[in-house]
């Protein structure tokens, strides 16, 4: 992965290298901890009502592919569905790295004139290209925290119970009362 270029001050230069930071180097955080997973664990959660590895890795992708499609393709009638995602654990990791690569590829064909251009998809929903761009990193964030939670549950993240840092700790203003006693 290249570098975004920087502004002087270290931020990246527009927002399109944002959506790319955001959609593609996410996406690449899925794909690290999803390949962390033992196979044994693939299709695994700690309860019915959160997602597997292998759910998030095709509900990444399916979204991933659908968005993708709504830029590229102006005429929702010409757009097709998303194939089934194979059963396969490493050819769902495969075909997930490689729609994070075909998104780094459309980020670069676009530029900040086009990002207000509207798209529509076969429902009929419009909205622009920002707004599709928008849609997929918060998508993505989204997955890639639940891949979080279920690997800091496979134990894959270190040991003992969840002490996150507090930032009255980390800049030396005491111990606070947090987190708070469960139940």
């Known amino acids: 992965m290249t570098a975004p ?3 002087p001050e270290g931020s990246p230069a527009n ?6 930071e ?10 690290r901890r999803a390949r962390e ?22 509900h990444s992708w399916m979204w991933l592919y659908s968005d993708r499609q709504e830029i590229m393709v102006a005429d929702p009638t010409s757009q097709t569905a ?3 995602p194979p059963l396969d654990r490493l050819d769902m990791l495969s075909i997930l790295e490689n729609e994070k690569e075909e998104w780094r590829a459309l980020i670069a064909t676009l530029n900040p ?7 529509a998809s076969p429902d009929g929903y419009r909205r622009t290209i920002r ?11 989204s997955k890639s925290g639940q891949m979080t939670m279920l690997h800091f549950e496979l134990g894959l993240d270190g040991e003992g119970p969840y002490d996150a840092p507090h930032p009255n ?3 030396g203003f005491g111990s606070p009362i947090w987190p708070a006693p469960r139940n």
């Open 113 to 119: 004139e086009l990002l207000d251009e509207t798209r």
């Open 131 to 141: 707004g599709s761009l928008f849609h997929m990193a918060q998508h993505i964030v």
């Open 37 to 58: 997973v033992p196979a044994d664990k693939w299709n695994w959660s700690f309860s019915e009502r959160t997602p597997t590895a292998r759910e998030i890795c095709e």
């Open 82 to 84: 998303v194939p089934d």
């Open 22 to 31: 955001l959609i593609c180097g996410f996406t690449g955080r899925i794909l």
């Open 15 to 20: 927002e399109l290298e944002v959506f790319r």
């Open 169 to 171: 700790r980390l800049y």
């Open 5 to 7: 270029k920087l502004d």
